[in-house]
């Protein structure tokens, strides 16, 4: 008896849960807007996702609230959702628990990271922050690697924004060489989260970036995210230069 009233306890505060944060205001023009956004049409890799277009703020506010109660069985259940917004706030959830805690859950839950936002929000505070404080240079490396390796783009997508968070330490050198085994990935959206990373890493020493794309051919679009801020003629200049390796 006592079994079942658990059961009917933990079904119960999910339903809550969801039910709170499925309370938003709808805005038509708003999840037409997402769905494009999150490339939800009938010729992309996101044609099947599920897209309410409830607001990232909106879900923020409802992770920093539940957070504290919900156990890992209530993330995942979340997580694994078929509905996109169900899975922001279960990573939103996951950034505010113990970083531990929430890697374990990740690392074993990234075939529902599977979206350049989800990654984005969640991946470099979480897969980043765990192995940086956890592991040195070389494990991380090998770590990174091992990520990269995958068939699934969005797993690959989460080795190359992880990188973020060991560029907010000045690890520079150590990110640049990790991105020579990036820069021939077929995706298009990895080809714009290379070129972000990269302008991430100029931000701290421009120099170093100068030097990677004088001697690494990338594609156009990485290319173009990575100079973006540029001055005009550096960027013609290192543009041509690049052209040609």
């Not at 990338?218 to 690049?242: C, G, P, Q, W």
């Amino acid at each position: 008896m006592f079994f079942f009233v658990i059961i009917f306890l933990v079904i119960k505060v999910i339903d809550l849960i969801e039910k709170d944060v499925l309370s938003f205001d709808y805005d038509e023009k708003f999840l037409e807007f997402n769905k494009k956004l999150l490339n939800v049409r009938d010729d992309s890799y996101n044609k099947d996702d599920v897209v309410l277009g409830i607001r990232i703020p909106f879900l923020r506010k409802k992770a920093n609230k539940y957070y504290k109660v919900m156990t890992k069985d209530d993330i995942l259940y979340f997580l694994r959702s078929d509905v996109h917004e169900m899975r922001m706030f279960a990573l939103l959830v996951l950034l505010k628990k113990d970083v531990k805690f929430a890697y374990d859950v990740y690392i074993k839950n990234m075939k529902y990271v599977n979206n350049w936002d989800l990654v984005d929000v969640s991946c470099y505070n979480i897969v980043g922050k765990y192995l940086y404080l956890n592991f040195e240079k070389e494990e991380i490396y090998d770590k990174l690697i091992k990520l990269y390796s995958s068939k699934l783009v969005f797993v690959r997508r989460i080795a190359i924004v992880s990188c973020w968070y060991f560029i907010k330490q000045g690890m520079v050198d150590f990110v640049l060489n990790f991105f020579k085994n990036v820069i021939n990935d077929e995706f298009y959206l990895n080809h714009k989260a290379l070129g972000w990373m990269i302008r991430e890493c100029g931000k701290v020493d421009i120099e170093k970036v100068i030097n990677f794309l004088s001697k690494y051919k990338v594609s156009s679009i990485t290319f173009s995210y990575a100079t973006e801020h540029m001055d005009k003629s550096l960027r013609e200049n290192l543009m041509k230069l690049n052209k040609n390796l």
